[in-house]
T-cell receptor, first 108, second 121 residues
Framework: SYELTQPPSVSVSPGQTATITCSGD??????AYWYQQKSGQAPVVVIY???IRPSGIPERFSASSSGTMATLTISGAQVEDEADYYC???????????FGGGTRLTVL | QLQLQESGPGLAKPSETLSLTCTVS??????????WGWIRQSPGKGLEWIGA?????????NPSLKSRLTISVNTSKNQFSLKVDSVTAADTAVYYC????FGSGSYYDYWGQGTLVTVSS
């Protein structure tokens, strides 16, 4: 079955840039989405369709996608950005939805 | 504002069937623009997509779970449901229901708060 691969953890100091990657064979053809999940809460989408930031999401959140790799960038990470981040997409057929394994972002 | 609420027993016995219902309010489950999905998260683990259904009953299932899954929809009650057969401790998780929105791609834009189901005798 289809998989999306993320690094388990990323750590930055406040104000630094955090970069989280997501790799998947279908990403050249399928959009990537990024979710933020804070402890005890449901996930919230921070990026959809590779690069679009929903209203209400801070401008420091941005993303890109090239080839089989999608990347979430948090420019000037804040302590409140500490969370688990998941990429999401589908397989090439569009039938199988899949989440990446998640990346724990630590900001301290 | 669209809201989704999961309901069902918080405890299931091994080898039995886990059953959950998601009630949608503030919008119609019969809209052709959406699918309705289930996602779960085992304690301390990542998100796992379970499956999705549309208003007409068309379903998509996670291949690794497909043999044990049934997802159904009740448009008159604005609800959709999940059944997982032959559960084991590995099915212990927080189960989320969510709306899948279709644009150029598709993603889950509204989520329920999640409900913990523990599989234990």
């Amino acid at each position: 079955s289809y998989e999306l691969t993320q690094p388990p953890s990323v750590s930055v100091s406040p104000g630094q840039t955090a970069t989280i990657t997501c790799s998947g064979d279908a990403l050249p053809k399928k959009y990537a989405y990024w979710y933020q999940q804070k402890s005890g809460q449901a996930p919230v989408v921070v990026i959809y369709e590779d690069t679009i930031r929903p209203s209400g999401i801070p401008e420091r959140f941005s993303a890109s996608s090239s080839g089989t790799m999608a990347t979430l960038t948090i420019s000037g990470a804040q302590v409140e950005d500490e969370a688990d981040y998941y990429c999401y997409s589908t397989d090439i057929s569009g039938d199988q939805r899949v989440f990446g394994g998640g990346t724990r972002l630590t900001v301290l | 504002q669209l809201q989704l609420q999961e309901s069902g027993p918080g405890l299931a016995k091994p080898s039995e069937t886990l059953s959950l219902t998601c009630t949608v309010s503030g919008g119609s489950i019969s809209s052709i623009s959406y699918y309705w999905g289930w996602i779960r998260q085992s304690p301390g683990k990542g998100l796992e997509w379970i499956g999705a259904i549309n208003y007409s009953g068309r379903t998509y299932y996670n291949p690794s779970l497909k043999s044990r899954l049934t997802i159904s929809v009740n448009t008159s009650k604005n609800q959709f449901s999940l059944k997982v057969d032959s559960v084991t401790a590995a099915d212990t998780a927080v189960y989320y229901c969510a709306r899948e929105a279709f644009g150029s791609g598709s993603y889950y834009d509204y989520w329920g708060q999640g409900t913990l189901v523990t599989v234990s005798s």
